[in-house]
C-alpha cells in the first residue's frame, strides 16, 4: 500500500492503518497536533483505516478543515456539559463553524448568561477528564430505539430524513453519546482553552414554520494564548461594530416599519456618493458605459434567466394588469435586454456596461445584521459582452480594477476559484471551457487562488476576491463570473468579422459588491475614522469663543469655496470640549481660530493625525488638504 503525503513523498506499508498511526509514523509532534486527516481530497477522521493506495494530508489546528474537527468536538463537550447540569435539555446539532462552534438545544427554561457561566466550568471539567473518544455504528432501526428511548426527538427525526443506505454513526465520549458523522479529536483533554461567547435562538432547521431552539455559541483553541488574542480581536470589533458607530456618526438607521430596508442619513449620503464618485470616475477610465434598468420586470423575463427557477424563494413578487412581476433580485437580465436592443457588431466588442442597481432579495429576520446582511442593497454591478478570443483579457482587466480598489483601502485579500454547483444549468463543456478560461486569467495574472468546489453561480464558474480588514477579517465583495448561459437563452447575437452571427458571452462581475456591506465593512476597518477624502466632514472650524464667529464664518466659506466638505461649531462651549467632541467625531482636521488667529490671517490646526499641527496660512492649510483628497491617500496616526 502506496500512501503519496502532501509533500509528495511516497510511504508505503504492508498492512492497512489508520490516519492516526501513519502521522505516528511520520513524526511525533505531528500526531499530536493533528486533529483529522484528508484522503483523496476527503475530511477524514484519525480513526479512519486506510487499505489502499491514497493521496493522505495529516490535517491540524492550521487548517481550516482540522480546525473544524477540533471545535467540531468542543460542541460535544458542551453538549455533555449541558446534559449534566441540564438533563431534560433535548440536543438538536452541534456544527462547527467559522471562528468556533455552536450546539442548538430545547429546554423549557430558556439558557441564560449565567447559566453560560456553569456551562462553561463543566466543560472545563470534562477537558481536565481526559476522556478517549470512540466512534460506533448502529443499524438505522436500532439508531431510532436508541434515541426514541433517550428522548431525543430531534436526533430521531435526523436519522429518519437520512437515505436507507446511510451509514449511521456515533460518537462516545465518558457517559455521553452523540449521533455524528465526525470527524472528532481522539480525546477531550486536547480542547485546552475553550470560551462560551453567547445565547442566541434559532429555528429548527432553519425554518420559521419549527420550534424556536436556544443556540449557544462558543470558541476553543489548542492553547490558551490564542485563544485571549482571539477574545481581544472580538473586543476590539465590538468597538468597531458598523451599527454602533453608523448611529453616533449619524451615518444610517434601521427602523421597525423596514426590517433590512436600510435609511441612509445625510452624512451617509455624503459617504455613499463619494464611493460612487470614485466608481464612476475608474470605470470611464476603463472604458465602461453606464446604465440603469428598471427595478421591477415581468415573470416572463425571470422565466427566460433561469431566475424564477432558481432563485425565486429570495424574489419579492407582485401583480400587474393580471401579469405576475419580480422585483429585481440581480441586475443582469436588465443588462442582457440593454444589449439586445440594438444590433452588435464584433467591432462593439468587448461591450461594458455598469450600473449602480438597487436590489431585492428576501433574507430571514434572523439573518438580517446592519449593512452587512440586508434585503435591499446597491450592487456595483457591470455586465461585459464579448468574443470568445477577449475572455482571458476581460477577466484579466476586472482582476487588475479589482486590486486598485482594494489596494486603495488597504486591504489585502486572497483568491477563489469557484466551479459548478449541483443546481446549474448548462451543458458540461461550456462550464468545462468556462473554468478553465478563468484558471488561466489568474495563472497569467501570476495570482494565488484556491478552488471552492461546487460553489459557482448556477449559470457559470466565478472568481470571488475575499479581503481581509485590519482585524485579520475575511469578507467576500468582488467577483468575476463567465456565463455561457444567459446569451444562450436570450439569444444574444453578434455579427462577426466572417459577416456570420455569432453567440457573445457574458461575464457578470463587481468590486464593491454590495455598496451598502462595503460600507459597513469600510466603517468597521477605519473603526469610523475615514481617510481624509472618505470621510462626510473633512474639516471643523472651531471659534474659541462667540467674539471669533464672524472670522470663523469667514474661514468655513472658503474652506467650502474650494470644495472641502467643512462645519462650523459654533456653540457656547469651551474650546476643549469642542475639540473633544470633533475627535469623537472621527474628523480628520479642527482649525481653531481665536484673537491671534485673526489678527494674523491663519488657522490653529489640529488633526486626527498628529494633533497640534502648528499655525498655517488658510491658503496653504487649504493647498495641502485638497492635495491628500485629490490623492486619495490614506494619512495614519503618527506614534507619540
Known amino acids: 500500500m502506496k500512501i503519496t503525503l502532501k509533500d509528495g513523498s511516497v510511504r508505503e506499508y504492508a498492512e492497512p492503518r489508520s490516519v492516526l498511526e501513519i502521522a505516528e509514523d511520520i513524526s511525533e509532534g505531528l500526531a499530536r497536533n493533528a486533529t483529522a486527516g484528508e484522503v483523496n481530497g476527503e475530511v477524514v477522521d484519525l480513526r479512519t483505516i486506510v487499505s489502499e493506495d491514497c493521496e493522505l494530508s495529516i490535517l491540524t489546528f492550521q487548517n481550516e478543515a482540522g480546525q473544524g474537527a477540533f471545535r467540531h468536538t468542543a460542541s460535544h463537550i458542551l453538549a455533555q456539559a449541558v446534559k449534566r447540569l441540564y438533563p431534560e435539555t433535548k440536543l438538536a446539532i452541534g456544527p462547527s463553524v467559522a471562528d468556533g462552534f455552536y450546539y442548538d438545544l430545547d429546554r423549557e427554561t430558556p439558557f441564560t448568561a449565567e447559566d453560560l457561566e456553569k456551562i462553561e466550568a463543566e466543560m472545563k471539567k470534562i477537558v481536565k477528564e481526559a476522556l478517549p473518544i470512540t466512534s460506533f455504528t448502529k443499524p438505522r432501526e436500532e439508531a431510532i430505539a436508541y434515541f426514541e428511548e433517550k428522548n431525543e426527538p430531534y436526533k430521531v427525526e435526523l436519522i429518519q430524513d437520512l437515505p436507507e443506505d446511510a451509514v449511521i454513526s456515533f460518537y462516545q465520549q465518558g457517559e455521553f453519546v452523540d449521533l455524528c458523522a465526525g470527524p472528532h479529536l481522539m480525546n477531550?483533554?486536547?480542547?485546552?482553552?475553550?470560551?462560551?461567547?453567547?445565547?442566541?435562538?434559532?429555528?429548527?432547521?432553519?425554518?420559521?414554520?419549527?420550534?424556536?431552539?436556544?443556540?449557544?455559541?462558543?470558541?476553543?483553541?489548542?492553547?490558551?494564548?490564542?485563544?485571549?488574542?482571539?477574545?481581544?480581536?472580538?473586543?476590539?470589533?465590538?468597538?468597531?461594530?458598523?451599527?454602533?458607530?453608523?448611529?453616533?456618526?449619524?451615518?444610517?438607521?434601521?427602523?421597525?416599519?423596514?426590517?433590512?430596508?436600510?435609511?441612509?442619513?445625510?452624512?451617509?449620503?455624503?459617504?455613499?456618493?463619494?464611493?460612487?464618485?470614485?466608481?464612476?470616475?475608474?470605470?470611464?477610465?476603463?472604458?465602461?458605459?453606464?446604465?440603469?434598468?428598471?427595478?421591477?420586470?415581468?415573470?416572463?423575463?425571470?422565466?427566460?434567466?433561469?431566475?424564477?427557477?432558481?432563485?425565486?424563494?429570495?424574489?419579492?413578487?407582485?401583480?400587474?394588469?393580471?401579469?405576475?412581476?419580480?422585483?429585481?433580485?440581480?441586475?443582469?437580465?436588465?443588462?442582457?435586454?440593454?444589449?439586445?436592443?440594438?444590433?452588435?457588431?464584433?467591432?462593439?466588442?468587448?461591450?461594458?456596461?455598469?450600473?449602480?442597481?438597487?436590489?431585492?432579495?428576501?433574507?430571514?429576520?434572523?439573518?438580517?445584521?446592519?449593512?452587512?446582511?440586508?434585503?435591499?442593497?446597491?450592487?456595483?454591478?457591470?455586465?461585459?459582452?464579448?468574443?470568445?478570443?477577449?475572455?482571458?483579457?476581460?477577466?484579466?482587466?476586472?482582476?487588475k480594477l479589482i486590486n486598485e480598489v482594494y489596494t486603495l483601502f488597504g486591504f489585502k485579500y486572497h483568491v477563489e476559484l469557484s466551479t459548478r454547483p449541483e443546481d446549474s444549468m448548462g451543458s458540461d463543456e461550456d462550464w468545462e471551457v468556462a473554468t478553465e478560461a478563468l484558471r488561466n486569467a489568474l495563472d497569467e495574472l501570476g495570482l494565488d487562488y484556491v478552488v471552492n468546489e461546487g460553489d459557482g453561480a448556477f449559470y457559470g464558474p466565478k472568481i470571488d476576491f475575499h479581503l481581509e480588514d485590519c482585524l485579520g477579517r475575511t469578507w467576500q465583495c468582488g467577483t468575476i463570473q463567465l456565463d455561457f448561459q444567459l446569451p444562450l437563452r436570450f439569444e444574444l447575437e453578434y455579427i462577426g468579422a466572417d459577416g456570420e452571427k455569432h453567440r457573445p458571452i457574458m461575464i457578470h462581475r463587481v468590486a464593491f459588491g454590495s455598496i451598502e456591506r462595503f460600507i459597513g465593512i469600510l466603517i468597521e476597518h477605519f473603526a469610523g475614522a475615514f481617510p481624509t477624502w472618505l470621510s462626510p466632514v473633512q474639516v471643523k472650524v472651531l471659534p474659541i469663543s462667540d467674539k471669533y464667529l464672524e472670522y470663523g464664518e469667514k474661514v468655513l466659506a472658503e474652506l467650502k469655496e474650494a470644495g472641502i466638505r467643512a462645519e462650523i461649531d459654533t456653540r457656547a462651549e469651551k474650546i476643549g470640549y469642542k475639540i473633544r467632541e470633533a475627535q469623537m467625531n472621527k474628523i480628520p482636521y479642527m482649525l481653531v481660530v481665536g484673537a491671534k488667529e485673526e489678527e494674523e490671517g491663519v488657522v490653529a490646526v489640529r488633526s486626527r493625525f498628529a494633533g497640534d499641527e502648528g499655525q498655517k496660512t488658510l491658503s496653504e492649510f487649504v493647498d495641502a488638504v485638497k492635495e491628500e483628497i485629490a490623492k486619495r491617500a490614506i494619512r495614519n496616526v503618527e506614534e507619540k
Open 188 to 399: 477531550t483533554k486536547a480542547v485546552k482553552a475553550l470560551k462560551l461567547t453567547s445565547l442566541a435562538g434559532a429555528y429548527w432547521r432553519g425554518s420559521e414554520k419549527n420550534k424556536m431552539l436556544t443556540r449557544i455559541y462558543g470558541t476553543a483553541y489548542p492553547k490558551k494564548a490564542d485563544l485571549e488574542a482571539y477574545l481581544t480581536m472580538i473586543e476590539e470589533a465590538k468597538k468597531r461594530d458598523h451599527r454602533k458607530i453608523g448611529k453616533e456618526l449619524g451615518l444610517f438607521m434601521m427602523t421597525e416599519e423596514g426590517p433590512g430596508f436600510p435609511f441612509f442619513l445625510p452624512k451617509g449620503m455624503v459617504l455613499k456618493n463619494t464611493l460612487l464618485d470614485y466608481w464612476r470616475e475608474i470605470h470611464n477610465k476603463a472604458g465602461y458605459v453606464e446604465i440603469s434598468t428598471p427595478i421591477m420586470l415581468s415573470r416572463h423575463l425571470w422565466e427566460t434567466s433561469g431566475h424564477w427557477d432558481h432563485y425565486k424563494d429570495n424574489m419579492y413578487t407582485t401583480e400587474i394588469d393580471e401579469t405576475d412581476f419580480a422585483i429585481k433580485p440581480m441586475n443582469c437580465p436588465g443588462g442582457v435586454l440593454v444589449y439586445k436592443s440594438e444590433p452588435r457588431s464584433y467591432k462593439d466588442l468587448p461591450l461594458r456596461l455598469g450600473e449602480l442597481g438597487l436590489v431585492h432579495r428576501h433574507e430571514k429576520s434572523g439573518q438580517l445584521h446592519g449593512l452587512m446582511r440586508v434585503r435591499c442593497f446597491t450592487q456595483d454591478d457591470a455586465h461585459i459582452f464579448m468574443t470568445p478570443e477577449q475572455i482571458k483579457d476581460e477577466i484579466k482587466g476586472v482582476a
